[in-house]
């Protein structure tokens, strides 16, 4: 992990320094967080949407602990993640539209939010602000969310079910 440099995986400490300390060379902040198991072109060109709504694009990752509780295992499947948090975060970290990567213990990216308050909070269009458990947080402070549309609808459990069926590999 590295902590004092822009572009690297960075625990939540050290992130929120960075971004105190030089504010200039991270604001326009956005953050976005998912768990981004097995990274497919759906997950590229939605950073890359939100990467162009601000200078500094973070990303959040589940840790390996929080994807079991969000995504419990269903019978006949392999348990998620697939890939261990701190090589999705390496993976991220190394993608040109991002800046950062957090590795966060919670099932959501509330204290995340409260605590580097980004500008703009970024998910993807599935969600509603009804929906979002992180929306309230992020108009405490006067910072906006951004749903990006989903132009081409892909997703890990797809990627799963069409490896574990190679008769439908070329669909």
Known sequence: MTGGTIG???????????????PE???PL??????????????????QTAKALGRTLVVGINS???VHAIKPQRPGSPPRPI???HQRAEVLAALKPVDG???FPETTATRLIEVLKPDI?????????????????VHTYGGQVEFVTI?????????INRIRNPSHLHE
């Open 30 to 47: 956005v953050f976005t967080n998912g768990c981004f198991d097995l990274l497919h072109v759906g997950h590229v060109r939605y950073l």
């Open 83 to 85: 890939v261990p948090d």
């Open 8 to 22: 690297g995986v960075y625990t939540l400490e050290a992130l929120a320094q960075a971004i105190v300390t030089t």
């Open 25 to 27: 060379s991270w604001r």
């Open 151 to 159: 132009e081409l609808p892909t997703s890990t459990t797809a990627l």
């Open 121 to 137: 909070y970024v998910k993807g269009g599935d969600y509603t602000l009804e929906t979002l458990p992180e929306a309230a947080t």
């Open 101 to 103: 990567v957090v590795i």
């Open 64 to 66: 390996d602990s929080s």
